[in-house]
């Protein structure tokens, strides 16, 4: 089962986001990554506390950032994200940082699913596999 889903959330970059070079930090985008990673699921039916309510968590294996231009400081910046799952223990989320239409960073993400209890690589939770199942419907 190969799903592929996109979602974009939206913020805008705060004055504590910045460093002293007026730049948005680069470890901030990870943070972005989260915001867009949280509503993705959020917008489909399923928040990360659910999970969490069901005994599972999502640990970070890996993650990358290419930075291709900086944002600044008040800068409306849309988080296009694709949640990416084919099976397993393991998703993958795609990500994509623009602002007014031009691509300024891209990345990914990949998280394991783990029980609370245990902290070993599971399958995905029935919660997890049936907003899936509700989406492709």
Do not use: W
Not at 4 to 21: E, G, Q, W
Not at 28 to 40: M, P
Not at 44 to 50: F, V
Request: proline share 3%; hydrophobic share 35%; net charge neutral.
């Amino acid at each position: 089962m190969e799903i592929n889903i996109v979602y974009s959330s939206f913020l805008r970059v705060r004055y504590a986001d910045t460093d002293r070079m007026g730049y948005l930090y680069n470890g901030n985008y990870l943070a972005f990554f989260e915001v867009g990673r949280t509503e993705i699921m959020r917008h489909y039916g399923l928040k990360y506390k659910d999970l969490e309510d069901a005994g599972y968590l999502l640990p970070l294996r890996d993650s990358y950032v290419r930075y291709l231009s900086p944002a600044y400081y008040d800068d409306y910046l849309e988080i296009r994200t694709t949640l990416n799952y084919s099976g397993g223990g393991l998703i993958k989320f795609d990500y994509e940082i623009l602002r007014e239409g031009e691509l300024i960073s891209q990345g990914y993400t990949t998280h394991l699913f783990v029980t609370r209890d245990t902290r070993k690589v599971v399958k995905p939770p029935q919660i997890f596999l049936n907003t899936l199942s509700s989406i492709i419907v």
